[in-house]
Protein backbone atom coordinates (compact mmCIF):
# COMPACT_ATOMS: atom_id res chain seq x y z
CA UNK A 1 0.00 0.00 0.00
CA UNK A 2 1.02 3.40 -0.42
CA UNK A 3 1.73 5.98 2.57
CA UNK A 4 -0.72 8.77 2.26
CA UNK A 5 0.27 11.83 0.08
CA UNK A 6 2.26 14.67 2.26
CA UNK A 7 0.28 17.68 2.48
CA UNK A 8 1.97 20.95 2.88
CA UNK A 9 0.67 23.07 5.60
CA UNK A 10 1.08 26.85 5.08
CA UNK A 11 1.56 27.57 8.55
CA UNK A 12 3.22 30.56 9.34
CA UNK A 13 5.65 30.09 11.78
CA UNK A 14 5.29 32.14 15.41
CA UNK A 15 8.82 34.35 15.19
CA UNK A 16 7.37 35.41 11.77
CA UNK A 17 4.29 36.85 13.55
CA UNK A 18 6.22 38.45 15.93
CA UNK A 19 8.17 40.09 13.10
CA UNK A 20 5.52 41.22 10.98
CA UNK A 21 4.52 43.54 13.90
CA UNK A 22 7.85 44.96 15.07
CA UNK A 23 8.05 46.11 11.09
CA UNK A 24 4.59 47.24 10.92
CA UNK A 25 5.67 49.32 14.28
CA UNK A 26 9.04 50.53 13.25
CA UNK A 27 6.78 51.38 9.90
CA UNK A 28 4.18 53.51 11.87
CA UNK A 29 7.11 55.14 13.66
CA UNK A 30 8.98 56.20 10.85
CA UNK A 31 6.00 57.91 9.33
CA UNK A 32 5.19 59.38 12.28
CA UNK A 33 8.62 60.94 12.62
CA UNK A 34 8.68 62.28 9.39
CA UNK A 35 5.35 63.99 9.54
CA UNK A 36 6.80 65.53 12.41
CA UNK A 37 9.61 67.09 11.04
CA UNK A 38 8.40 67.94 8.30
CA UNK A 39 5.81 69.59 9.66
CA UNK A 40 7.50 71.54 12.16
CA UNK A 41 9.35 75.44 11.61
CA UNK A 42 12.61 75.17 9.83
CA UNK A 43 15.78 76.38 11.84
CA UNK A 44 16.56 79.23 9.96
CA UNK A 45 12.64 80.46 10.29
CA UNK A 46 12.68 79.65 14.21
CA UNK A 47 16.15 82.04 14.85
CA UNK A 48 14.52 84.75 13.15
CA UNK A 49 11.50 84.85 14.99
CA UNK A 50 14.00 84.84 18.30
CA UNK A 51 14.78 88.67 18.74
CA UNK A 52 18.21 89.14 20.04
CA UNK A 53 18.05 91.16 22.88
CA UNK A 54 18.48 94.94 21.93
CA UNK A 55 21.85 96.79 23.33
CA UNK A 56 22.38 100.48 23.36
CA UNK A 57 25.59 101.65 21.66
CA UNK A 58 27.14 104.78 22.01
CA UNK A 59 25.54 107.41 20.62
CA UNK A 60 28.03 108.97 18.52
CA UNK A 61 27.05 111.26 15.27
CA UNK A 62 28.72 109.56 12.27
CA UNK A 63 30.32 111.69 9.88
CA UNK A 64 29.11 111.62 6.30
CA UNK A 65 31.46 110.31 3.72
CA UNK A 66 32.89 113.54 1.69
CA UNK A 67 31.37 113.39 -1.88
CA UNK A 68 32.99 112.24 -4.66
CA UNK A 69 32.38 112.93 -8.13
CA UNK A 70 34.03 110.27 -10.27
CA UNK A 71 33.69 110.26 -13.96
CA UNK A 72 33.72 107.26 -15.53
CA UNK A 73 36.61 105.86 -17.19
CA UNK A 74 35.17 104.23 -20.24
CA UNK A 75 32.21 106.69 -21.82
CA UNK A 76 29.86 104.37 -24.02
CA UNK A 77 30.55 104.62 -27.81
CA UNK A 78 27.06 105.35 -29.91
CA UNK A 79 26.76 103.21 -32.79
CA UNK A 80 26.65 104.74 -36.00
CA UNK A 81 23.76 104.65 -37.92
CA UNK A 82 23.53 102.26 -40.60
CA UNK A 83 21.79 103.71 -43.37
CA UNK A 84 20.61 101.32 -46.32
CA UNK A 85 21.94 102.13 -50.00
CA UNK A 86 18.64 103.21 -51.79
CA UNK A 87 16.79 101.27 -53.94
CA UNK A 88 17.62 101.53 -57.68
CA UNK A 89 14.77 102.49 -60.27
CA UNK A 90 14.30 99.28 -61.63
CA UNK A 91 14.01 97.39 -57.57
CA UNK A 92 11.65 100.28 -56.79
CA UNK A 93 9.42 99.64 -60.02
CA UNK A 94 9.65 95.76 -58.97
CA UNK A 95 8.62 96.41 -54.84
CA UNK A 96 5.49 98.72 -56.62
CA UNK A 97 4.41 95.38 -58.96
CA UNK A 98 4.56 93.31 -55.71
CA UNK A 99 2.60 95.39 -53.79
CA UNK A 100 -0.12 95.66 -56.85
CA UNK A 101 0.01 91.98 -57.28
CA UNK A 102 -0.36 91.17 -53.49
CA UNK A 103 -3.45 94.23 -53.58
CA UNK A 104 -4.73 92.38 -56.59
CA UNK A 105 -5.16 88.85 -53.54
CA UNK A 106 -6.60 91.04 -51.26
CA UNK A 107 -10.56 89.68 -50.41
CA UNK A 108 -12.22 93.22 -49.47
CA UNK A 109 -14.62 92.65 -46.61
CA UNK A 110 -17.40 95.44 -48.05
CA UNK A 111 -17.44 98.47 -50.02
CA UNK A 112 -15.41 100.87 -48.12
CA UNK A 113 -12.11 98.81 -48.25
CA UNK A 114 -12.87 97.92 -51.51
CA UNK A 115 -12.91 101.29 -52.70
CA UNK A 116 -9.86 101.86 -50.79
CA UNK A 117 -8.20 99.04 -52.18
CA UNK A 118 -9.03 100.39 -55.85
CA UNK A 119 -7.58 103.90 -54.63
CA UNK A 120 -4.16 102.05 -53.26
CA UNK A 121 -3.94 99.84 -56.66
CA UNK A 122 -4.66 103.55 -59.23
CA UNK A 123 -1.79 104.64 -57.08
CA UNK A 124 0.75 102.38 -57.43
CA UNK A 125 -0.21 101.70 -60.95
CA UNK A 126 1.09 106.00 -61.70
CA UNK A 127 4.03 105.40 -59.39
CA UNK A 128 4.85 102.21 -62.26
CA UNK A 129 3.69 103.85 -65.25
CA UNK A 130 5.77 107.23 -64.14
CA UNK A 131 8.93 108.49 -65.98
CA UNK A 132 10.51 109.12 -62.43
CA UNK A 133 9.61 107.06 -59.47
CA UNK A 134 9.38 108.94 -56.12
CA UNK A 135 12.07 107.54 -53.53
CA UNK A 136 11.50 104.84 -50.54
Keep these: MDPPPHTQTT ?14 AVLIFNLGLGAYLFTRPAKK ?6 SPPVIPA ?10 QNFEPIFT ?8 PEPLSVDQQRSVFEWMLEEKRKVKP ?7 RI ?6 LKQFIRAD ?4 I
Design 118 to 123: NEEKAL
Design 45 to 50: ERKSNI
Design 58 to 67: ETTTPTPPAP
Design 109 to 115: QNREEKK
Design 132 to 135: SIPK
Design 11 to 24: EVPTSWRGAKFVWR
Design 76 to 83: PIPEPVKV
